[in-house]
C-alpha cells in the first residue's frame, strides 16, 4: 500500500533524513566510540545502548527513505477559501455548543489528541472542499452525524511545533 503524502510532508521528510545523516550519525557515531574506548566489550552497557541508538537511527532514515519511495503524492487543489490539506480550520459542533480546531492533515500525520485531523477521517472528509459558513454533516457511522458550521479557515499551524514532525 502506498502513503498519500503532501510535497510538504516530503519536504520535511527529507529535511529529517539529512538531519538524521548529518547531526545525529555522526554524534552517535561519537557515542559509539566513547563507549567501546571504556574497555571489555562484553560487560560495557554503554558500547550496547550507543550501538543500539545508532541503529535506530539507521532504521529510522530507511523508514522514510522508504516512504518517500512508495508515497503517492496528494495534490491540495483547494482554493484559499475552501478547506483542504494542511489549513487549519475552526467549526462550531451544535451539539455540543463548542467551537473546535482542527488541521486537515494526511493518514500519515494524523494525531487527532493534537487537533492533527485525516483527511480519510469522517470528519476529514465531510470538511474538506467547504467554505466559511457552510454547516456540514458529519457521518460517524450509518446511525451517528451531528452538525458542524465552518468558521474559519487559514494556513496557520496547531498541534505541532515547528520541528520536525515524526511521521
Do not use: C, W
Amino acid at each position: 500500500m502506498h502513503n498519500e503524502l503532501t510535497r510538504k510532508d516530503i519536504e520535511d521528510m527529507e529535511a529529517e533524513i539529512e538531519h538524521r545523516k548529518v547531526v545525529v550519525r555522526k554524534e552517535l557515531l561519537e557515542h559509539v566510540k566513547e563507549a567501546r574506548s571504556l574497555g571489555d566489550l562484553s560487560e560495557n552497557f554503554e558500547y550496547y545502548a550507543a550501538k543500539k541508538e545508532k541503529n535506530k537511527n539507521e532504521s529510522r532514515i530507511r523508514y522514510l527513505e522508504r516512504m518517500i519511495r512508495t508515497a503517492t503524492i496528494l495534490d491540495d487543489d483547494s482554493k484559499d477559501d475552501e478547506v483542504g490539506i494542511n489549513k487549519t480550520i475552526t467549526v462550531y459542533v451544535e451539539e455540543d455548543d463548542v467551537e473546535e480546531q482542527y488541521k486537515i492533515v494526511t493518514t500519515v500525520r494524523e494525531d487527532s489528541l493534537n487537533g492533527l485531523v485525516s483527511n480519510e477521517s469522517p470528519l476529514g472528509k465531510a470538511l474538506l472542499g467547504h467554505k466559511v459558513g457552510d454547516r456540514v454533516e458529519i457521518f460517524v457511522s450509518k446511525d451517528y452525524s451531528y452538525f458542524a458550521t465552518i468558521k474559519k479557515i487559514d494556513n496557520s499551524t496547531i498541534g505541532e511545533s515547528d520541528e520536525l514532525r515524526k511521521f
